[in-house]
């Protein structure tokens, strides 16, 4: 399930693709630029558009916590495997719930 809940987001939401959360700055970032991204709810539906942000349903949190779940499973360009999500789930959860 862990792997699902991201693999249908970005499916029906490609541009989620450009952002990924960054553990050593904690805060989400465009991939090009590394810059900040803006994760407000107006940042994230314009970086969606109308037609991704409708077809996907996502939401602010839910966008967010997409990012999240994917840059977990693939820290530091790797796979880390369900254990290691678990365990950087409990050492990471609050970046979902922060507005960065």
Do not use: C, W
């Not at 450009?18 to 994760?39: L, N, P, V």
């Not at 539906?45 to 967010?64: E, K």
């Amino acid at each position: 399930m862990i792997h699902n809940f991201p693999a249908v987001a970005y499916s029906a939401a490609p541009n989620l693709n450009h952002y990924i959360y960054d553990f050593a700055r904690k805060e989400f970032i465009e991939k090009a630029t590394q810059r900040r991204a803006d994760f407000s709810r107006s940042g994230l539906y314009a970086a969606l558009g109308r037609t991704q942000r409708r077809a996907s349903r996502t939401g602010t949190a839910s966008g967010r916590a997409a990012v999240f779940i994917k840059s977990l499973v693939f820290q530091g360009g790797r796979s880390v495997g369900d254990d290691g999500i678990r365990e950087a789930v409990l050492n990471q959860s609050s970046a979902v719930t922060v507005m960065t």
